[in-house]
């Protein structure tokens, strides 16, 4: 359940319907998604991180990760005492098949993301709506999320990652390339019909944890 309002109306009812192409903004009824048009120059079609055919992860449980990751947030400043780490993944990408994924973060824990400085990749936060802007992983590469927010992570391929597959596109399918600044859905559903052949490029590190 969404801890946020209608994206047009702005009423504080129970958001259900998604915007049906980027799925991380949430709107009370159909005419309000229909009717919001300012939406639209910043609708950014995504795929369900779990869905992704470009992504793999490891998931890290043991409690050595756990007491490592927890020396880590302490000495960080993030947390103080003892924090109770519940998980750590290390994520990774097909660079030859990537394009937006959505990720939705546990909003009763606290996560801590860390980005490859150098991944060609950007990124941005949804609290139940988009920004025309995008952070750079080499301009900001470590966040610390609250619990208690319903959110969303939105990752994107930057643009030389971008301007490949569309190239990959355009010869696959025997069309003029775009000048695109994010994927749209024909661009997705290529790149979700690429099977992924390798682990690929670790571009980020995230750790679930709960303050003492």
Not at 89 to 105: C, G, H, S
Not at 145 to 158: S, T
Request: proline residues 7%; hydrophobic residues 35%; aromatic residues 8%.
């Amino acid at each position: 359940m969404t801890t946020w309002g209608c994206a047009r109306c702005r009423e504080p009812k129970t958001p259900d319907l998604a915007c049906m192409d980027c799925k991380v903004v949430f709107y009370c009824s159909a005419r309000c998604r229909d009717e919001d048009v300012s939406h639209k120059d910043m609708c950014y079609p995504s795929v369900q991180f779990e869905a992704s055919a470009s992504i793999t992860s490891e998931l890290f449980r043991t409690p050595q990760v756990q007491e490592s990751e927890a020396r880590q947030l302490v000495a960080a400043g993030v947390a103080t005492g003892n924090p109770r780490v519940v998980s750590a993944r290390e994520v990774r990408i097909d660079p030859r098949n990537f394009v937006t994924t959505r990720l939705r973060l546990d909003p009763r824990k606290r996560t801590s993301l860390s980005f490859r400085p150098d991944a060609d990749i950007r990124y941005q936060i949804s609290t139940g709506a988009l920004q025309g802007t995008w952070q750079v992983p080499s301009q900001l590469n470590i966040l610390d999320l609250l619990e208690g927010i319903d959110m969303f992570v939105l990752i994107a391929p930057g643009p030389r990652m971008l301007a490949s597959l569309e190239s990959r596109r355009a010869r696959a399918q025997g069309t003029p390339v775009r000048d695109l600044q994010a994927p749209d859905l024909d661009l997705i559903r290529y790149a979700q019909s690429i099977r992924r052949e390798e682990e690929g490029d670790a571009i980020l590190y995230i750790v679930e944890w709960y303050p003492n």
